[in-house]
């Protein structure tokens, strides 16, 4: 066993904004203690994006490396019942983890769809007796302990592994618009306020028992995501509203699992990731927010679905105390997909292929080694309804008129007369309100041509000649 090789725990917020974070914005009002000694311990990203506006997509890039509108999903996110999305055989962070001699664990909200045993035509019609085919422990996970979907998606139900821990014996549902989940299917021993808490207890059991060995776990939490359901010690807590409380439950749990790796004497060799899936949702309730001077998006237009930078740019904070220097914050553009090319270099293993195509290492940034900037040559956003958005140094190419998700201009929406095409000058026009689409047309034709070599080609980066 490589003596050098680092636990790895990556810890995924479900529809948490960038302004959320009060290390990285000045302004919030939500004053978040343990992320923001995440941040002072490690590097934080003020220019890192998931890349897609939702869920589902993101989750897909983030453990293949690869852009999630090459997947079957072509728009929209999946359900709790819904078919796998991850290819049989593809490899993923876990399973290249796994040959590396690490122990995989996932911990939480999967979202990628699953193999129920169906027992009629429609969807939800199942045999929870049967097994669950094709999960986490098909994609490289040793163990898995989680919920199939988003935590306001039925089944109600825990897997632990490929089995539910117990069979669904009634039907719930909360119509109330913050702690809001749809009808469904729910176990004895489903409580929704519960779900964090109980994620979270079993992943530090993890830690604790995996402690002799290099272990990854990928902890994808249900929040703040609906139902939004702060635990009653942090009920009023942020001094906004019950987002506001919910985010500091998060943060929570951020101090847990650091405090956990420090009573362990695991935190010099063991690098913590946080980020999240997408831009916050407006289920968070803005307008409220905004009256207690809080915005979740920051100083960036949209929101969690939209083609805008409050859809996609994301808090990203790493802390690795043998090769990250703390108290480092870096501008450098980076995805989400990029985890498996930095894993990768950082095991010294080379990638086949067919593996990673949208994957860059990161590594050079996080261990302040000489690079040659950028490092990728761009990122491609897309948005809930298929938008696709594609970013280059300081310019932002937006091929639709519109949000392309759920914030105004939705699709349909837009003005008569508005422009196909955005794009905006992001070093000057951070909130892109001020679109250059017919000042600069040489810029949108090279930045096509870019977006369509990446479609056709079936990657965006080179294959490794090592």
């Known amino acids: ?24 914005n000045k302004n919030s009002k939500i004053h978040t203690v343990h992320f923001d000694r995440l941040a002072k311990e490690g590097i934080a990203f003020t220019d890192a994006h998931s890349s897609s506006a939702v869920c589902t997509p993101s989750r897909y890039s983030i453990l293949t490396g690869r852009y999630n509108w090459r997947s079957s999903l072509k728009k929209g996110v999946l359900n709790g019942f819904s078919a796998p999305l991850i290819e049989d055989g593809r490899m993923t962070v876990a399973s290249l983890l796994r040959e590396q001699g690490y122990k995989t664990a996932c911990i939480g909200k999967w979202h990628l769809g699953m193999e129920w ?8 019609e199942v045999d929870y007796r049967e097994p669950v085919q094709k999960g986490p422990i098909s994609h490289g996970f040793d163990y898995y302990y989680g919920i199939s979907a988003s935590l306001d998606m039925p089944p109600y139900v825990y897997i632990e592994n490929d089995r539910v821990t117990q069979l669904p014996d009634r039907i719930t549902r909360n119509d109330d618009p913050v702690a809001y989940w749809r009808e469904g299917v729910t176990s004895p021993d489903f409580e929704h306020h519960q779900v964090l808490p109980k994620l979270t207890a079993r992943t530090l059991a993890w830690i604790e028992m995996s402690k002799e060995k290099p272990f990854f776990i990928y ?11 702060p635990s009653e010690a942090f009920v009023g807590q942020s001094g906004t509203n019950a987002y506001g409380d919910f985010v500091l439950m998060c943060d929570d749990v951020i101090g847990q699992i650091m405090n956990k790796l420090d009573e362990l004497q695991l935190s010099d060799n063991t690098i913590v990731i946080y980020t999240s899936d997408n831009g916050c949702s407006p289920r968070a309730n803005y307008e409220e927010l905004a009256a207690f ?6 100083v960036f237009r949209g929101h969690k679905a939209d083609i805008y930078e409050g859809g996609h740019r994301i808090p990203l904070i790493v802390k690795w105390p043998q090769r990250i220097q703390a108290g480092r914050m870096s501008d450098e553009p980076v995805c989400l997909t990029d985890l498996l090319a930095t894993v990768a270099e950082i095991l010294e ?6 593996a990673g195509e949208d994957s860059v290492s990161n590594l050079p940034v996080w261990a302040d080694l000489p690079y ?24 932002k190419l937006e091929l639709c008129p519109g949000s392309g998700g759920w914030s105004y201009p939705k699709p349909g929406e837009e003005p008569e007369g508005s422009p196909l095409y955005q794009l905006y000058d992001l070093s000057k026009d951070i909130g892109e309100t001020n679109n250059l689409v017919d000042e600069y047309p040489e810029i949108v034709q090279a930045m096509k041509l870019v977006l369509e070599r990446y479609q056709e080609s079936g990657r965006s980066t080179a294959v490794s000649s090592k």
């Open 1 to 24: 066993m490589k003596s050098k090789q680092p636990n790895i725990i990556y810890i995924l917020a479900d529809d948490m904004g960038y302004g959320d974070i009060s290390y990285l």
């Open 117 to 124: 045993a169906k027992v009629g035509d429609a969807e939800s």
């Open 219 to 229: 902890f994808p939490l249900p929040a703040p995501h609906t139902p939004i359901l």
């Open 293 to 298: 001077g809080h915005n979740p998006s920051y």
């Open 349 to 354: 293993v080379t990638l086949p292929p067919d």
């Open 372 to 395: 040659e900037r950028p490092l990728r040559e761009a990122i491609v956003h897309h948005s809930i309804q298929g938008a696709f958005s594609i970013r280059q140094g300081k310019w």
